[in-house]
């Protein structure tokens, strides 16, 4: 290897053109996902307070928002329920005529190109805000199990692409899995909440979604945040039990978990860039403390060095303005 003063790294930082031209690690607007917070009602658009930009949308209002997604080449949306009649069972996750089932209508007619993912989870629906069924004080897995799979049908026969269990029980990717081949959906794959952690940067999401715990914490099923063995564990099982896509959740604290996941699995991989990572850099913003442009662009490229295919983030819509720009 030759040395100083042959060796010059600087030479290929010269100009723009020089530093793109062997820049190692691209994000494109194909890698992106924007998440929707579907709320029922009509003509409502609700800016939510600690995420400045992201809403609160009616069904109503989804056409005009698909087209927007449509003209910045944002291939893919995923959804969430924001619902006021709330039950023990969480019911309204598997209502035929949900808020989800018909947003996910109402997206496809706007943008039959649009693929349409739907998160699986009991914490949007129930009364106490946990992601399944309680039994002395704590969610019962198995049989929460039964209530995914019902969801995940439910979502899959309204015209939902692709579901995406995030509540972390231990055999719900199987559950699903059986519950959809069974019914003449082997053809929708699963977006696996893989290595979903009880990370405190999730705040602002559960005002989104008008999911908080009424009681305790979700320690008992979401993975402990020091833990990156136990990630691959997890991540082994869902591929097992037939994941076709798995994800690492939140990501920026997780790039490590992330890599580690790229290196052992040859699966296709999402990371989830949270609502506290997208509000602390708004936050930051608005004071005039960084350049949001940069920042942004930064994390997500950071994401995808990580080992991402996939980055789901609530910056998606300006970052495909931003990477428009560059093209």
Same mark, same amino acid.
């Given at each position: 290897?030759?040395?100083?003063?042959?060796?010059?790294?600087?030479?290929?930082?010269?100009?723009?053109?020089?530093?793109?031209?062997?820049?190692?690690?691209?994000?494109?607007?194909?890698?992106?996902?924007?998440?929707?917070?579907?709320?029922?009602?009509?003509?409502?658009?609700?800016?939510?307070?600690?995420?400045?930009?992201?809403?609160?949308?009616?069904?109503?209002?989804?056409?005009?928002?698909?087209?927007?997604?449509?003209?910045?080449?944002?291939? /893919?949306?995923?959804?969430?329920?924001?619902?006021?009649?709330?039950?023990?069972?969480?019911? /309204?996750?598997?209502?035929?005529?949900?808020?989800?089932?018909?947003?996910?209508?109402?997206?496809?007619?706007?943008?039959?190109?649009?693929?349409?993912?739907?998160?699986?989870?009991?914490?949007?629906?129930?009364?106490?805000?946990?992601?399944?069924?309680?039994?002395?004080?704590?969610?019962?897995?198995?049989?929460?199990?039964?209530?995914?799979?019902?969801?995940?049908?439910?979502?899959?026969?309204?015209?939902?692409?692709?579901?995406?269990?995030?509540?972390?029980?231990?055999?719900? @990717?199987?559950?699903?899995?059986?519950?959809?081949?069974?019914?003449?959906?082997?053809?929708?794959?699963?977006?696996?909440?893989?290595?979903?952690?009880?990370?405190?940067?999730?705040?602002?999401?559960?005002?989104?979604?008008?999911?908080?715990?009424?009681?305790?914490?979700?320690?008992?099923?979401?993975?402990?945040?020091?833990?990156?063995?136990?990630?691959?564990?997890?991540?082994?099982?869902?591929?097992?039990?037939? /994941?076709?896509? @798995?994800?690492?959740?939140?990501?920026?604290?997780?790039?490590? @978990?992330?890599?580690?996941?790229?290196?052992?699995?040859?699966?296709?991989?999402?990371?989830?860039?949270?609502?506290?990572?997208?509000?602390?850099?708004?936050?930051?913003?608005?004071?005039?403390?960084?350049?949001?442009?940069?920042? @942004?662009?930064?994390?997500?490229?950071?994401?995808?060095?990580?080992?991402?295919?996939?980055?789901?983030?609530?910056? /998606?819509?300006?970052?495909?303005?931003?990477?428009?720009?560059?093209?």
């Amino acid at each position: 290897m030759p040395s100083f003063p042959e060796l010059r790294l600087r030479r290929l930082r010269k100009s723009e053109t020089l530093r793109s031209l062997v820049r190692e690690t691209r994000v494109d607007v194909s890698d992106l996902v924007y998440p929707l917070f579907i709320i029922e009602g009509r003509g409502i658009k609700k800016q939510i307070d600690s995420m400045p930009g992201i809403y609160q949308l009616s069904v109503d209002k989804l056409a005009r928002e698909a087209a927007e997604l449509t003209g910045l080449k944002i291939p /893919a949306v995923l959804l969430f329920g924001v619902v006021s009649d709330k039950d023990e069972t969480g019911t /309204a996750a598997y209502n035929p005529r949900g808020v989800v089932q018909q947003a996910i209508r109402a997206i496809k007619k706007a943008a039959p190109g649009m693929l349409v993912i739907t998160d699986i989870c009991l914490c949007e629906y129930t009364s106490h805000g946990h992601c399944g069924l309680i039994e002395d004080g704590d969610v019962d897995n198995d049989k929460t199990l039964r209530l995914l799979a019902k969801m995940s049908l439910s979502h899959s026969d309204a015209g939902a692409d692709m579901v995406a269990p995030s509540d972390m029980m231990d055999g719900r @990717v199987r559950a699903i899995r059986q519950e959809l081949d069974g019914n003449g959906f082997s053809h929708i794959p699963i977006l696996a909440y893989a290595a979903k952690y009880a990370s405190a940067f999730y705040g602002p999401f559960r005002e989104a979604a008008g999911s908080a715990p009424r009681f305790g914490n979700r320690k008992s099923y979401q993975m402990d945040p020091p833990n990156a063995r136990e990630a691959l564990r997890e991540i082994e099982q869902d591929i097992e039990e037939g /994941a076709d896509i @798995v994800m690492v959740k939140p990501a920026l604290s997780y790039l490590d @978990v992330i890599r580690r996941v790229r290196d052992t699995f040859n699966y296709p991989l999402a990371a989830y860039n949270v609502s506290g990572e997208y509000a602390m850099v708004k936050a930051a913003a608005r004071q005039g403390w960084l350049d949001e442009k940069r920042v @942004v662009l930064e994390i997500l490229t950071s994401i995808k060095r990580a080992g991402a295919d996939i980055i789901i983030s609530y910056h /998606a819509k300006e970052a495909a303005e931003w990477l428009g720009e560059s093209v």
